[in-house]
C-alpha cells in the first residue's frame, strides 16, 4: 500500500539555519546496510520551530539524532545536512564535537536516564559549560546557578548540589533544558520532550522553551507524536511515516487543510476534549453498585522501623452496573492506586469497601476469592503484562484456570477462541505468542484475558497510553463495543481528559489521593467547580493552533 | 550519608555477634565430649571418668549453658581465644602472627587484579573484535585454572626453569625486605590470576551495558570527548557491580588461601586453620573461624560505603 508521496515543500526560507536534503539513515554493518529512512528533506530558519511528527516507527527521531551523528554504532547516514550552509554529514569527528552542545544542542525525552545518576546537577551544567568554554570551576558552578535561574527552577542554589533521582520529573527536565542551553545554541532539538510528563508540567515545559526560543532567537527542531503539542508549539510541521516524509505544510495550513491521506487519518484519530462522541455506557443506578467505597483509605506497607506511606484518603467512589467511571489526576495522584485497591491487591487501611454487594474491608482470604471472581484487570503496558513463554490462547485463559472455572485444555482453548472472536482477532491465532503480535493485537489480547471470568468489573490501568493514536482509537472503539455487548462495569484510569470524556459516564479527578471532584462526565469536563480540574482542562493541548495560541496566552496571562 | 554509614555499621554488629552464637553453639552441639576428645587423642583407648572430670572443669565444661556463653562471648570481644591444646600457644597470639601475612598476600593479590582486571575488561568492551575474543578465552582459562596448578607452573618456570625467584617458604620482613617481596610475589600472582580474570569479565559486562544508557548520548551530544565521555559516563558507572565483585573475591580468598600456602609452604592464616583442624585443636580453629569472619563482615561494611560513595541512589 504505497502510497504517492507528496515531494513538493514549499521552498526553504532563504536564511535557512538547518538544511536535511535526502537524508536517509541505514542500520547494518559490513556489507548489508537496511535503510530505515528515506531521502527525507526539510529545513530549519533561525527563530522558527518546526515539528517532526509521526508515529512509533515512522523515522522521526533517528532522523533528528542523525543531525549530530548521535546514531548508534551500527549505523550511518547518507544525504546532505547543513547548517549555515557547512556540510555536516562527513565533517570530522573533532569538527562534529564543537558543533555539538555549542551550535545546536539535544533535549532528550526521559530525563531520568538522560541523567548520569552518580553526578549532582551542578556536575552536569559545569560539564556542559566547560566542555565549549574555557572558564574555571567556580565560574561555571556561579553560571550553573544562573542558568537554573533561567529555566525558572525553584531555588537553584540548593538545586545544583541535587541529585536527578532527588528531583521531579519537570524539574530534571528543566535540568536538562539548562545544559542545553549553556552555550545559547542557534538550534535546539527537542526529543519527545514532554511525553514523560504531566500535562499541566508539559505546559510549563513548552512555555520556557518558547520563552527562551524568543530571547535568543533560536531554531527548534521538537519530535513528538502528539498532535495537541504541535499545534501549541510549532511554525511549521513535517509529517513522517514509514522513514519517509508524506507532508511539510505551516502548521495552520496542516490542521486546517491536511493535503495527504495518512495527516487526515492522524488528525481525525486524535482524541480531542469537547469533540461530542460521549459515552455510550448507561449506568443502572437502581441497582446495588458493583464497587462501593465509603471513606476509604489505601496505604502501602512500610517496612521494618518505617512507617507505611498513605496514598489514599478518604475515598467515597461508586461503580454502578453497566457505569464507565474515569479516574483521572497526574502521576501520583494515587489514581492506580485505587484500581490495585479494587483487585484486592492493597488492603483497605480504614473506611468500608463492598465488591458486588459483599463487605471485603478485612480483606480475608474469601474476600480476596470473591473480589477476584467479580474484577478483573487491563494492564498499561501489553508487552510485559503478557507472559512471553505462553501463548496468547494460553494467557487468555490462564484466569480461568486459576479460579478453576475451566480445566481442560481443550474447554480452554475453545473458550480462547471463542474470546479472541470477542476482540476482533482471528481464531487461528490462538497458538502465537506475544512477540509476533503488534502493540494494538497486544492490548486486544490483554482485554480478551481480563473477560475470560465474565467479570462484573473492569479495572483498565492506562490501557492505551503505549499505543500510537490510531491504535488507541481503534482499542477505545473496541472497549465500547464490548462494554455495550456484555455490559460490565468499568474502572478506566487515564491521564487522558479527551479519552475520558469519550468513554466513561462519570469522571473522578484526584490529586494528591484525595477525591477533588466528581460527577457526570459531562457536567465535570463543561463545567468545572474545582481550580484543579480548570487547570487540568486548561493544560491539555488540543490539535488547534488557534485555539491552543488563545489557551496559552490565557495560561500565561492568569 | 552518616546515618547510611552507621546503619551499615550497625548491621555488620549484629552480624558480628550472630556468627559468635553460631561458632558457640556448632561447638556446643556437634556429638561428642571435647574433654573425651581431648584426652583420648590419637589412640582411641578410653580415659578415666575421673581424668575426664578434671579435663572438663579445666575448661570450663562444667559451667551452666549461659555462662559458659558468657564467658565466650566476653572473652571473644576482648581478644581472649583461649590457648591452643597442642603447644599452650594464647590462640590470638598465634593469629596475630599469621594474619598479617595472609593479609599482604590478599592485598597484593586483590591490587594486582583490580589493576590488571579493570583496565583489561574495560578495553575488551571498547575494543571488541578479536581483543574481546582472545579476553574471552583467557579469562575463562583464568577463572577455571585451580590455583595449585597454576601455582606450581609458576614454580616450575620462574624457579626451577629460570632461577629468578625462590621456590617457596617466607621470610620477615625485618629480616630481609628483599627476599620477603622476592617470596611474596609468586604466591600473590596465583591467587590473582582467578580473581583478576573474574575483575576483567564483570568491568567488561558492566561496561558494555553502560555503553547503551541514555546519558551517554546526552554527554556526547554535550559536544565532550569521547576519552572523558568513556571515562566519566561510562567507566565510573561501571565500577559499581565491579566493587561488589572485588568484596566478595577478597572475603573468599581470605578463607581460601590455603592451597596457594601449602604449594609455596607460606605459614599464613589458612594453614595455621588446617593444621589445628587435623590436630584437633578447637581453640585454635575458633579462633581462626571468628577472625575470618569478622574481617569477611568488615570488608562487606567497606563495600557498601564504598557503594554509598559511587552511587548516590544507595544512601538513604
Same mark, same amino acid.
Given at each position: ?19 536535511i ?45 542523525a ?9 550511518r ?14 565533517a570530522?569527528?573533532k #569538527?562534529?564535537?564543537?558543533?555539538r ?7 532528550? %525525552? ?7 545518576p ?9 560539564e ?19 542558568l537554573?535561574? %533561567?529555566?525558572? &527552577?525553584p ?8 541529585y536527578?533521582? %532527588?528531583?521531579?520529573?519537570?524539574? #530534571?527536565?528543566?535540568? &536538562?533544558?539548562?545544559m542545553?542551553?549553556a552555550? !545559547?545554541?542557534?538550534?535546539?532539538i527537542?526529543?519527545?520532550?514532554t ?7 508539559q ?7 518558547? !520563552? ?6 533560536m531554531?527548534v ?9 504541535v499545534?501549541?508549539?510549532?511554525d511549521?510541521?513535517?509529517? &513522517? ?7 511539510t505544510?505551516?502548521?495552520?495550513e ?7 491521506d ?30 462501593d ?5 489505601i ?9 507505611g ?6 475515598l ?25 485497591? +479494587?483487585?484486592?491487591l492493597?488492603?483497605?487501611? +480504614?473506611g ?6 459483599r463487605?471485603?474491608s478485612?480483606?480475608? #482470604? ?10 478483573? &484487570?487491563v ?15 494460553q494467557?487468555?485463559t ?7 472455572k475451566?480445566t481442560?485444555?481443550k474447554?480452554?482453548?475453545a ?10 482477532l482471528?481464531? !487461528?491465532?490462538?497458538?502465537r505468542?506475544?512477540?509476533e ?6 492490548? #486486544? ?8 471470568t ?6 483498565? *490501568? ?16 473496541l472497549?465500547?463495543?464490548l462494554?455495550?455487548e456484555?455490559g ?28 477533588? !471532584?466528581?460527577?457526570?462526565? +459531562?457536567?465535570?469536563?463543561?463545567d ?17 493552533? *488557534? ?12 | 550519608m552518616? /546515618? ?16 559468635l552464637t ?19 587423642q590419637?589412640?582411641? $583407648?578410653?580415659? /578415666?571418668? @575421673?581424668?575426664?572430670?578434671r579435663?572438663?572443669?579445666?575448661? =570450663? ?13 566476653s572473652?571473644?570481644? /576482648?581478644? @581472649? ?14 593469629? $596475630? ?18 589493576v590488571?582486571g ?5 578495553l575488551?568492551?571498547?575494543?571488541? =573484535?578479536?581483543f574481546?575474543s582472545? /579476553? ?32 617457596g ?9 628483599g627476599?620477603h ?13 582467578g580473581?583478576a ?7 567488561r ?43 566478595? =573475591?577478597?572475603g573468599?580468598?581470605l578463607?581460601?588461601?590455603?592451597l ?7 605459614? $599464613? ?5 588446617v593444621?589445628?583442624?587435623?590436630a ?6 575458633? =579462633?581462626?573461624v ?17 557503594y ?6 544507595v544512601?538513604?
Open positions: 500500500m504505497t502510497q504517492p508521496v507528496l515531494e513538493k515543500a514549499p521552498p526553504p526560507p532563504a536564511t535557512a539555519l538547518l538544511e536534503d535526502d537524508v536517509s539513515v541505514e542500520f547494518g554493518g559490513g556489507k548489508k546496510w537496511k535503510p530505515v529512512t528515506h531521502g527525507i528533506s526539510f529545513s530549519v530558519a533561525p527563530g522558527e520551530t518546526v515539528a517532526l511528527v509521526g508515529e512509533s516507527g515512522s523515522g522521526k527521531s533517528v532522523t533528528a539524532m543531525i549530530l551523528d548521535l546514531l548508534p554504532a551500527n549505523a547516514r547518507t544525504g546532505s545536512i547543513r547548517l549555515d550552509g557547512e556540510e555536516l554529514v562527513g570530522s569527528e #569538527r562534529l564535537r564543537q558543533v552542545g555549542c551550535d545546536v544542542a539535544v533535549i532528550f %525525552q526521559e530525563p531520568m536516564t538522560a541523567l548520569n552518580v553526578y549532582t546537577i551542578g556536575h552536569h551544567l559545569s556542559a559549560i566547560r566542555s565549549h568554554r574555557d572558564v574555571s570551576k567556580a565560574e561555571a558552578a556561579e553560571k550553573a546557578v544562573d537554573l535561574r %533561567q529555566v525558572h &527552577m531555588s537553584p542554589e540548593e538545586k545544583v548540589k541535587h536527578p533521582h %532527588q528531583l521531579s520529573g519537570g524539574q #530534571r527536565q528543566r535540568a &536538562m533544558i539548562a542545553a542551553m552555550s !545559547e545554541p542557534r538550534l535546539l527537542a526529543d519527545e520532550p511525553t514523560a510528563l504531566d500535562v499541566t508540567v505546559a510549563e515545559i513548552l512555555d520556557l522553551v518558547r !520563552e527562551l526560543q524568543q530571547r535568543t532567537g531554531g527542531l521538537i519530535i513528538t507524536h502528539d498532535m495537541g503539542v499545534a501549541d508549539v510549532s511549521r510541521v513535517v509529517v &513522517m511515516r514509514d522513514g519517509r516524509v508524506v507532508e505544510a505551516p502548521s495552520r496542516l490542521f486546517a487543510r491536511p493535503q495527504h495518512y495527516t487526515t487519518a492522524l488528525l481525525e484519530a486524535v482524541p480531542r476534549l469537547g469533540s461530542g462522541t460521549t459515552s455510550s455506557a448507561v449506568a443502572d443506578r437502581s441497582a446495588p453498585p458493583v464497587l467505597l465509603e471513606g476509604v483509605a496505604e502501602y506497607p512500610g517496612s521494618w522501623r518505617k512507617s506511606f498513605r496514598a489514599g484518603h478518604d467515597d467512589i461508586s461503580v454502578a452496573p453497566g457505569e464507565i467511571v474515569g479516574l483521572v489526576g497526574e502521576s501520583g495522584s494515587g489514581k492506580s492506586t485505587i484500581g490495585r485497591l +479494587a483487585m484486592g492493597l488492603p483497605v487501611a +480504614a468500608r469497601m463492598e465488591v458486588g454487594g463487605d471485603v478485612a480483606g480475608s #482470604r474469601a474476600d480476596l476469592v470473591h473480589i477476584r471472581s467479580q474484577v478483573s &484487570m494492564f498499561q503496558d501489553p508487552a510485559s503484562s503478557l507472559d512471553p513463554r505462553r501463548t496468547i490462547g494467557s487468555i490462564d484466569p480461568l484456570r486459576w479460579t478453576r475451566l481442560s485444555t474447554a480452554c482453548r473458550r480462547a477462541q471463542e474470546l479472541l472472536d470477542d476482540v476482533r482471528p481464531k !487461528e491465532w490462538v497458538d505468542y506475544p512477540h503480535l503488534s502493540g494494538g493485537q497486544r492490548q #486486544r489480547v490483554g482485554i480478551a484475558r481480563a473477560m475470560a465474565n467479570p462484573r468489573l473492569l479495572v483498565a *490501568d492506562e490501557p492505551t497510553s503505549a499505543l500510537d493514536v490510531s491504535v488507541q482509537a481503534a482499542v477505545l472503539d472497549f465500547s463495543e462494554q455495550r456484555h460490565f462495569s468499568c474502572l478506566f484510569i487515564t491521564h487522558d481528559l479527551s479519552v475520558v470524556e469519550q468513554l466513561a459516564t462519570s469522571v473522578v479527578v484526584l490529586q494528591h489521593g484525595r477525591v477533588v !471532584e466528581q460527577g457526570p462526565t +459531562a457536567r465535570v469536563l463543561n468545572p467547580q474545582e481550580d484543579y480540574t480548570r487547570r487540568l482542562i486548561a493544560a491539555a493541548p488540543v490539535p488547534d493552533p *488557534d485555539l491552543q495560541a488563545q489557551r496559552r496566552a490565557q495560561r500565561l496571562a492568569g | 552518616t /546515618t547510611y554509614v552507621l546503619r551499615r555499621i550497625g548491621v555488620g554488629v549484629g552480624l558480628v555477634l550472630l556468627v553460631l561458632i558457640f553453639l556448632a561447638l556446643h552441639l556437634v556429638p561428642g565430649d571435647p574433654a573425651m576428645l581431648l584426652l583420648s590419637g589412640d582411641g $583407648g578410653s580415659a /578415666t571418668p @575421673d581424668a575426664v572430670a579435663v572438663r572443669e579445666q575448661l =570450663g565444661l562444667d559451667q551452666p549453658l549461659l555462662t559458659q556463653y558468657w564467658q565466650f562471648l572473652g571473644a570481644l /576482648t581478644g @581472649d581465644l583461649g590457648e591452643s591444646f597442642r603447644n599452650g600457644q594464647a590462640v590470638s597470639e598465634a593469629i $596475630g602472627e599469621r594474619l598479617p601475612r595472609t593479609l599482604e598476600l590478599v592485598g597484593l593479590a586483590t591490587l594486582i587484579a583490580v590488571v579493570v583496565p583489561w575488561g574495560a575488551a568492551a571498547r575494543k571488541g =573484535g578479536w574481546d582472545v /579476553t574471552s578465552v583467557l579469562t575463562s582459562i583464568g577463572v577455571a585454572l585451580p590455583v595449585f596448578v597454576f601455582g606450581s607452573l609458576l614454580v616450575l618456570l620462574f624457579s626451577l626453569e629460570l632461577g629468578l625467584l625462590p621456590a617458604g617466607f621470610t620477615e620482613w625485618g629480616d630481609d625486605p627476599r617481596a622476592q617470596l611474596l610475589i609468586m604466591p600473590a600472582i596465583a591467587l590473582a590470576v580473581f580474570s573474574t575483575i576483567a569479565r564483570m568491568t559486562s558492566a561496561v558494555l551495558e553502560m555503553l547503551h544508557q541514555d546519558w551517554v548520548r546526552t554527554a556526547r551530544s554535550l559536544g565532550l570527548s569521547r576519552r572523558t565521555v568513556f571515562r566519566k559516563y561510562v567507566l565510573r558507572n561501571s565500577l559499581n557491580p565491579v566493587v561488589t565483585t572485588v568484596g566478595i =573475591g577478597v573468599t580468598l578463607g581460601s588461601t590455603v596457594v600456602e601449602k604449594v609455596f609452604s607460606y605459614p $599464613g592464616l589458612s594453614s595455621l586453620l593444621d589445628a583442624v587435623t584437633r585443636d578447637y581453640p585454635v580453629v575458633q =579462633g581462626v571468628i577472625t575470618i569472619a569478622v574481617l569477611f563482615v568488615s570488608i562487606n561494611i567497606i563495600v557498601d560505603v564504598l554509598g560513595v559511587l552511587d548516590p541512589r544512601r538513604r
